[in-house]
């Protein structure tokens, strides 16, 4: 009805009656949302946002921008030493593995070991103290141990991806010290090598590539032909338990078209490194 | 006036939002079909950002390698994990209800064919799977033979000259069981190992339930170590820790190609066991373990195993493993059935802890 008597009058007192009614509702809602914004100026008003707030002691301002962030990992193997890792990403995924990890579920017994051999380390943080976990049977952080059935899956992607580090020409020549008992090994001939040569075969060694390219390493393979000699390390130099023969902890197959496949005899099976580079030390002993 | 013009007007910008909102949604559907049809083309070159775990009883080399390769080939990211053959089905039957692997390489066929038994290991028909010879594929689908692999006897020649000179070497089971060679024998362990059940099994193929009991009774007491995988027993007789070895032969020629002094000899009747690929009940839609499995028998997978492992590959046109023969060459004792020894393998492996107590 109303419409019907709206749509008889003439155009403009229609439009000046809609006018007027819209100016007259707009007016009956200023005080009420007046009185909302106060409201929420006084509820807002005691929080920090938007305001800028100083902070005197730069000692605390530094504490509390490194709190808790892991800066560096140092690994220990027992036969291979200490390596220090600062890539982020490989930092990162150890110190999220071990504050991720649960209590050790009592009865737990998992499907074999972890390792065949410690592995232990250290997360080191910018400020605050640094965590300690060795991984064996179980992964036991600052001396507590934990994990549950998936635990010993996750440690050995872990390790898997951390022992890429500890694998390189460079700790492998570290072990060719002085102290270290090294034998030259040609069919039945053995050789122990003297320090002068030891320290020639290291810096020959920390010299050599490493090989990680699919089709290079085809092509040293297939053309390897069967091995020159070995090189023994001994870096566990006792004798074993009852008289038993005692073998080397890491050997290295040195073929003659400069491959060398490195083996860690306690933890693997199979090979661990696949190196290329020119043992001169070794060949002109060989000659 | 106004009033004539606003009407169109209003019609003129309801068409064009109504005409806005179908064209909108008809493009959006065309779109997310074209982006189906990419993934489906891009799902045989690029699976990057997906993930695949690897449950692998081979080296920890060959398993290394053929993760690497498939995570180059493919842009995917691998995760994988090596165990001895008896602990990897352990670990699959433990999470048979909630699986972390995808796939499960290596071993030897008795595991895959258990594991089959108890749907924890499921069938996929790959198209590579027709271009390695039918018998070395499993006619349920679920496993494909990547490898062959013998029994054989090796001996440390080094210390066979100082301690035996003179002597035959031993080069078959009886010969195994001589008084001088107590404690000087190392081999796998049956529980742990799939050669060390090879060489259990095939024993007891051999000679007859009754005397490959007797037979393998004598043979516990000569030897001096099992081992939880079959490598390391050749491992340590070339590095003269034992004087004999009996594993598979691929394991044996890794330590004497590396120049070590090991001997080795398929003594007659020796057993063999195929090394197969199998997808994990639970992955069998999923397109990057599929993917793995063809990859796995494809030539170029199959010749970096060759290469590591000096296996004989179940494909004819791969490259010969040093000191072995291709598959066509090689003398295998065919009367030695591996899928018979998957079906006995739980009660020949409680007597045997019976046996050893």
Known sequence: MNRFTLENKPDNENQKTLGRSSILQFIWLLPTLSVLIAFLMILTSGLPFNKLHTIQDAFYVQQLSRQAVPETLTLLDPVWGSVIIEQPEKVLACYDFLTSLPFAESGEKGIGRIRDRELSGTINFLDRASIHFSIYDSVVVDGIAYGDANTKLKASFLIQDLYDTLYTPENLSRLIDRYTRIVLRMDSERINLSTNVKKQLQEEISSCEIIKDNDRLSELLQGRGRAVCQIEIYTNDRPGENGSRQSPQIYIAVYGNGLLIVYDVDISVGSDMHLFGELNSVFSMLE | ?357
């Open chain 2, 1 to 357: 006036m106004v009033r004539n013009i606003k009407k169109p007007l209003i019609i003129v910008i309801v068409l064009v939002i109504v005409g806005g909102i179908i064209c909108f949604f008809w493009m959006r559907n065309n779109s997310s079909e074209n982006a189906l049809t990419d993934n489906t083309v891009n799902n045989h070159d690029d699976l990057s950002g997906m993930q695949l775990n690897i449950l692998g009883s081979y080296h920890e080399d060959m398993v290394k390698r053929l993760a690497q390769m498939f995570e180059d080939e493919t842009g995917c990211n691998v995760f994988y994990m090596r165990l001895p053959t008896g602990l990897g089905v352990a670990k699959l039957v433990t999470e048979k209800d909630n699986p972390t692997f995808n796939v499960y390489i290596g071993g030897t066929v008795d595991a895959h064919e258990s594991l089959k038994h108890q749907n924890i290991l499921v069938p996929y028909r790959s198209p590579v799977e027709k271009e390695i010879p039918k018998e070395y594929v499993d006619s349920d689908g679920v496993w494909k033979a990547q490898y062959i692999e013998t029994l054989s006897i090796g001996v440390n020649t080094e210390r066979w000259e100082k301690e035996f000179y003179g002597n035959e070497m031993p080069d078959t089971l009886e010969d195994l069981l001589d008084p001088k060679f107590k404690g000087e024998i190392v081999t796998p362990d049956p529980f742990t190992s799939g050669t060390g059940y090879t060489f259990l099994t095939s024993v007891l193929q051999l000679m007859g339930t009754e005397e490959g009991w007797k037979y393998m009774d004598k043979f516990n007491d000569q030897v001096g170590q099992y081992t939880a995988s079959g490598y390391p027993a050749s491992e340590k007789v070339g590095l003269g820790e034992y004087l004999i070895c009996v594993n598979f032969l691929s394991d044996q020629l890794i330590v004497s190609n590396s120049g070590y002094p090991l001997k080795s000899t398929v003594y007659e009747g020796a057993g063999w066991s195929m090394c197969p690929v199998s997808i994990v009940a639970g992955s069998e839609n999923n397109i990057v373990a599929q993917r793995f499995i063809d990859f796995c028998l494809s030539k170029k997978a199959l010749d970096a195993l060759v290469e590591l492992g000096n296996c004989v590959a179940v494909r004819d046109d791969c490259i010969i493993p040093q000191g072995n023969n291709k598959l066509s060459e090689l003398n295998i004792n065919r009367n030695y059935d591996p899928i018979k020894a998957a079906a006995d393998k739980e009660d020949i492996l409680k007597k045997f802890n019976d046996m050893i107590k």
